[in-house]
């Protein structure tokens, strides 16, 4: 089947301070993977599209300036929380789409954050 | 996409099989229907999709009325581990983004 990771899986940091979360497919290579955000006890909401050798397309609301994206090649896309401040602490799911499965989206098992 | 409809709760003996509903009566010609599930602090996992047609894998069947305008996910044999939430989304292939709403509860009970 098609393999999604992520690092770290769970990640503390000060406020302030920025945190890279990446994204990889395993096993296939992906042009188009997401970012999604969910806070307890809520679904899943889109934050961006990572676009592979393009910028990536936000969704209403997020802020580009403090959510960097960046999708250097088809199988990994980063995504860099700037001056993280505790509102920011969530679980980011990022998945991918897979060509060869049918262009079905495969997830990665998440990272939780703490801003502290 | 089209919305999707489902219970928020649903309770299931273990070793029975659990029937998931979903409403999708605004759903497009050229729409699947996906279902994930997650487990409590995991990613969602990709369980099954379809058309038109009705669907199984090794993990579930999926049954889609002929108006298409409902489908049902059906686990035959429920275990424990298969306790999460469900989520139906109503999906055009090559779409940028997948709509979540809030889903199933499904809770296997022993």
């Known amino acids: 089947g098609a393999v999604v990771s992520q690092h770290p899986s769970r990640v503390i940091c000060k406020s302030g301070t920025s945190v890279k979360i990446e994204c990889r497919s395993l096993d296939f290579q992906a042009t188009t993977m997401f970012w999604y955000r969910q806070f307890p006890k809520q679904s899943l909401m889109l934050m961006a599209t990572?676009?592979?050798?393009?910028?990536?397309?936000?969704e209403q609301g997020v802020e580009k300036d403090k959510f960097l994206i960046n999708h250097a090649s088809l199988t990994l896309s980063t995504l860099t929380v700037t001056s993280a401040h505790p509102e920011d602490s969530s679980f980011y799911i990022c998945?991918?789409?897979?060509?060869?499965?049918?262009?079905?989206?495969?997830f990665g098992p998440g990272t939780r954050l703490l801003v502290l | 996409d089209a919305k999707t409809t489902q219970p928020p709760s649903m309770d299931c003996a273990e070793g029975r099989a659990a029937n998931l509903p979903c409403n999708h009566s605004?759903?497009?010609?050229?729409?699947?229907v996906y279902w994930y599930r997650q487990i409590h602090s995991q990613g969602p996992q990709y369980i099954i999709h379809?058309?038109?047609n009705n669907e199984t894998n090794e993990m579930a069947s999926l049954i889609i009325t002929e108006d298409r305008k409902s489908s049902t996910l059906i686990l035959p044999h429920a275990t424990l581990r298969d306790t999460a939430v469900y989520y139906c989304i109503a999906y055009t292939k090559g779409a940028q983004k997948l709509v979540f709403g809030q889903g199933t509860r499904l809770t296997i009970n022993p």
């Open positions: 605004t759903i497009s010609g050229n729409e699947y």
């Open positions: 990572s676009n592979e050798g393009s910028k990536a397309t936000y």
């Open positions: 379809g058309l038109k």
């Open positions: 998945s991918a789409r897979a060509p060869d499965h049918q262009e079905t989206q495969y």
